[in-house]
């Protein structure tokens, strides 16, 4: 008993209520703060870091794409590396006052949180 007509083999789909899973539609677009809007929030922590003690920047409402360019100038600035996680951008060591002072000149609302 063969059959040409075998549903294992067929992947194809005849209807699909809300198209690719990957559908550009159905993203959620971040909105686009201009610096003077944004309340940023500068800390130092260590918590699962291995006691290494990072500068974290939160509170930031802009695209990924300016974000990237932002942590470049910043590890830039401190000389020291960084990184991107979660909208939240981390550097290497305790910058507190600096970054604060670079982020105010680049037109943001920065302020130190926490000890």
């Known amino acids: 008993m063969s059959s040409s007509n075998s549903k294992s083999s067929d992947k194809s789909f005849v209807y699909r209520e809300f198209g690719n899973d990957n559908s550009a539609a159905t993203e959620r677009p971040i909105p686009e ?5 944004q309340n940023l929030k500068v800390q130092a922590s260590r918590k699962g870091r291995k006691g290494k003690t990072v500068t974290v920047i939160s509170g930031f409402q802009a695209k990924p794409e300016t974000l990237a360019d932002l942590v470049k100038q910043l590890k830039t600035q401190c000389g020291t590396g960084g990184t991107l996680k979660d909208n939240e951008i981390e550097i290497q060591g305790e910058h507190k006052q ?8 680049l037109g943001y609302k920065a302020k130190i949180s926490g000890g």
């Open 33 to 37: 703060l201009p610096p003077q809007q």
């Open 98 to 105: 600096k970054i604060v002072e670079i982020l105010i000149e």
